[in-house]
């Protein structure tokens, strides 16, 4: 079953620091590589999503950085807050049906 | 909008017990995605519709677990009989005529099968 393999499971980093999530995927449909950003006790919604004609996107104090010979995107928070304490999600569409297939997950925390 | 909207929020139940859960999806969205969420095995898709037609249902792990959607406005999913491993967080979500394309969640549904 195709996967999508994210790293690290769980990040604690002081205020102000750059935490970096990576995912790493196998061949896809198309290029859309989306990450979802879920609160506890909430269901996880779109953070922000890139379709790489370009290798790199940022919305804010958020960056999508692409690297289609690897097969590898990440996500990097610049200038973390305690409010983006949260569990981040890659995903990747499957090759054979385009469904999003996502990472397992990685919790954030930012101390104060 | 409201958004997606799922109920109940929280389900608890014994084993054996029919558990049915609902979910209204975004007007207009032709895309509807169930998935379960469990720390073991993270966010698995369990089936998607498309136009109110069941498209991919490879994820439903046992033949207890049915899922419907009646028309563009409604869907359920449903497990029968329940057991303790069926307890999770069970996410609706939706979207427009893309797949790969921005997924609505609902709140989810917290089911807990003793």
């Known amino acids: 079953q195709q996967q999508v393999k994210q790293s690290p499971q769980s990040l604690i980093v002081q205020k102000g620091g750059i935490p970096i999530i990576n995912c790493a995927y196998e061949?896809?449909?198309?290029?859309?590589f989306p990450w979802y950003q879920q609160f506890p006790g909430k269901g996880p919604a779109l953070l922000i999503a890139i379709r790489p004609d370009v290798s790199e996107k940022k919305e804010g104090r958020f960056t999508i950085s692409f690297n289609k010979s690897a097969k590898q995107f990440s996500l990097h928070i610049m200038d973390s807050q305690p409010g983006d304490s949260a569990t981040y999600f890659c995903a990747a569409p499957s090759s054979n049906t385009g469904k999003l297939i996502f990472g397992q997950g990685t919790t954030l925390q930012v101390k104060p | 909008d409201a958004g997606v909207i799922q109920s109940p929020r929280h389900e608890v139940t014994e084993m054996g017990q029919e558990v049915t859960l609902r979910c209204k999806p975004i007007?207009?969205?032709?895309?509807l995605f169930w998935y379960r969420q469990t720390m073991m095995r993270g966010l698995e898709l369990l089936i998607y519709?498309?136009?109110?037609?069941?498209?991919?249902d490879s994820g439903m792990p046992e033949d207890r677990f049915s899922a419907k959607m009646p028309n563009a406005s409604f869907s359920t999913l449903k497990i029968q009989p329940s057991e303790p491993r069926d307890s999770a967080v069970y996410f609706c979500?939706?979207?427009?005529?893309?797949?790969?394309?921005?997924?609505?969640f609902g709140p989810g549904t917290r089911l807990t099968v003793l």
């Open positions: 979500a939706s979207s427009t005529t893309q797949i790969a394309d921005t997924q609505y």
């Open positions: 061949n896809t449909a198309f290029d859309y």
């Open positions: 007007s207009g969205h032709d895309y």
């Open positions: 519709f498309n136009n109110n037609v069941p498209i991919d």
